[in-house]
C-alpha cells in the first residue's frame, strides 16, 4: 500500500471522527443557545402575565373561579403572542392547580426532575420530551413543543408556585434545523479543504519518495551487476593466480631437477676424476664439493617432492623437521583445525612460507626461540612463524631471504587472496605471520 493510499485511509477516519465531534458538539451548543434564549424570553413574558392573577391562591390557598379565567384570557394573549398552546399552573406536592384543560385541574403527580427543579428557583425546560402522564394532551397536537417550567414568586421572593406551559416550537425546530444544517456544511468544507490540503502535500511527498525509491532501485541494481562482475573478474583473477603458481611450482620443480641431473651430475662425475694426489687437485675438489653441496641445496629448496602426497600437517611436519635436521636448532611447533585435505597449490604455498620464516628465524636470529604456529578457522589458515632474535624491520624482512625470498612469497599469497605481515615482537624477535583462504576462496 502506498504512503497516498494509508493517508487518504488514516486521513479520512481522523478528519470524520474530529468533524463529527466537532459538528455534533457545535450544533448542541447552537440549539442549547437558541432553547435557553426563547426560554428565558418567555418565562419572563409569562411570569408577568401569571403571577397577579395567582395572588388570591397565595392568600388563601384557593384559586378562584374568576382568577381561572383571567388565566384562560392569560393563555389565549400569550398563545396569540407567543405561540402557547397549552398552561398548567402546579402547587407545591405535585398537583395541578390550573390547566388550560381544566380536566387536570385537582390531579397529583409525581414530581419530574424539571419540575423539582423548578420549585427551587431553577428555570428548567425539555424540548420535544412528552413522555410525562400528564402530557397526554400535549402529545396528541402532532407539532414540536417547547416544555417550560418557570417558577413563580409571591412578593417577598418566594416560590408560591411552578407554571409550565407548552411553546409552539416550529420556529425553534426550523431555526435550529437550519443551524444545524449551516453548521453540518461548513464543518464539512472544512474538513474537505483540510483533507484537500494536507492530501496535496503528502501526494507531493509520496511523488517524491516514489521516484527516489525508483531511482534507488535503479542504483541498486547498478550496484549489484557491478558487485557480480566484480566477484567474477575476482573469481577470474584468483583462479588465473592458482593456475600460475600451480605453473611456477612445475617450472621450479622442473628446474630443480635440471639442476641436479644436469650440473650436479657433471660436477659429480669432475670429483670421481680428479686424482687426490695433487694439491691443486684437492683444493678445486673442495671448490667443487662446496659448490655441489650449493646445488644440492638450490634443488631442495625449489623442489618439493616429499610432501606432494602427504595430508596437510604432516607436511609441515615434515617441513619443521627438516629444518631442524639440516640446522640443527629446535622449533616448538604447534597446529591445530588444519583440514585433513587442501589444494596442491594452497599446501605447497604454506610450506613455502614455513620454509622461507625458518630459514629467516635461523639466518638473523641464529635460530633463537624458532615458533611455528599453524590454525585455520572460519575459512581461513592463519600461519606465524616467530623468533627471539634482535628483530629487523619489515623492509629489511621484504629484502632478506634466499631461494625464493619473502618477496617473491608475499607475491605469491597476495595473488591468492591472502595477507603476509612482518614486524617485530616488541623490542626483540621477529614474527611474519600469513592468513590465508582455505578451498572455498582460494578456488573461487
Not at 71 to 90: C, N, S, Y
Not at 356 to 375: F, K, P
Request: net charge negative; charged share 25%; hydrophobic share 45%.
Amino acid at each position: 500500500m502506498t504512503l497516498v493510499r494509508q493517508f487518504i485511509l488514516v486521513n479520512l477516519a481522523v478528519t470524520l471522527l474530529g468533524m463529527l465531534a466537532l459538528g455534533a458538539w457545535v450544533t448542541r451548543t447552537i440549539e442549547a443557545g437558541v432553547i435557553h434564549a426563547s426560554t428565558a424570553s418567555a418565562a419572563v413574558y409569562m411570569n408577568s402575565v401569571i403571577a397577579p392573577h395567582l395572588l388570591g391562591y397565595t392568600a388563601n390557598g384557593i384559586l378562584s373561579d374568576i382568577d381561572r379565567r383571567n388565566l384562560d384570557a392569560a393563555k389565549e394573549t400569550a398563545g396569540a403572542q407567543r405561540g402557547v398552546v397549552a398552561l398548567k399552573i402546579w402547587a407545591p406536592g405535585g398537583r395541578i392547580l390550573y390547566s388550560s384543560h381544566h380536566e387536570a385541574e385537582g390531579q397529583v403527580f409525581v414530581e419530574t426532575g424539571p419540575l423539582a427543579a423548578a420549585f427551587k428557583g431553577q428555570l428548567s425546560w425539555e424540548f420535544d420530551d412528552l413522555d410525562d402522564p400528564e402530557s397526554v394532551f400535549e402529545r396528541q397536537l402532532g407539532m414540536p413543543l417547547l416544555e417550560i417550567y418557570a417558577p413563580v414568586h409571591d412578593s417577598a421572593g418566594r416560590v408560591m408556585a411552578v407554571a409550565e406551559f407548552y411553546e409552539n416550537a416550529e420556529a425553534i425546530d426550523a431555526e435550529t434545523r437550519a443551524a444545524r444544517i449551516s453548521t453540518w456544511l461548513m464543518t464539512a468544507g472544512a474538513a474537505l479543504f483540510m483533507m484537500w490540503a494536507l492530501f496535496w502535500i503528502v501526494a507531493r511527498g509520496s511523488r517524491l519518495i516514489e521516484e527516489q525509491r525508483t531511482d534507488l532501485r535503479a542504483r541498486v541494481s547498478q550496484l549489484s551487476t557491478l558487485l557480480q562482475d566484480n566477484e567474477k573478474l575476482r573469481g577470474d583473477r584468483q583462479r588465473a593466480a592458482r593456475r600460475a603458481a600451480e605453473d611456477n611450482e612445475r617450472l621450479l620443480n622442473r628446474l630443480g631437477s635440471d639442476l641436479h641431473d644436469g650440473p650436479a651430475q657433471l660436477i659429480s662425475l669432475a670429483l670421481l676424476r680428479l686424482k687426490p694426489q695433487d694439491q691443486d687437485v684437492k683444493s678445486i675438489q673442495n671448490v667443487l664439493k662446496d659448490a655441489l653441496n650449493e646445488v644440492r641445496n638450490v634443488c631442495s629448496g625449489l623442489m618439493m617432492p616429499e610432501i606432494r602426497d602427504l595430508p596437510p600437517a604432516d607436511a609441515f611436519r615434515f617441513i619443521v623437521d627438516a629444518h631442524q635436521r639440516r640446522t640443527g636448532t629446535a622449533v616448538d611447533f604447534s597446529i591445530t583445525g588444519v583440514p585433513t585435505e587442501m589444494p596442491a597449490f594452497l599446501k605447497t604455498c604454506l610450506c613455502r612460507i614455513v620454509q622461507e620464516g625458518l630459514s629467516n628465524a635461523y639466518r638473523h636470529a641464529d635460530g633463537a626461540g624458532q615458533r611455528v604456529l599453524i590454525a585455520a578457522d572460519e575459512g581461513h589458515v592463519t600461519v606465524v612463524v616467530e623468533d627471539d632474535g634482535p628483530g629487523i624491520s619489515d623492509e629489511d624482512a621484504v629484502r632478506a631471504g634466499s631461494r625464493l625470498g619473502l618477496a617473491g612469497i608475499r607475491q605469491r599469497v597476495d595473488s591468492l587472496g591472502g595477507s603476509l605481515t612482518v614486524g617485530r615482537i616488541g623490542t626483540r624477535g621477529t614474527r611474519l605471520t600469513a592468513v590465508m583462504p582455505l578451498e572455498g576462496e582460494a578456488e573461487a
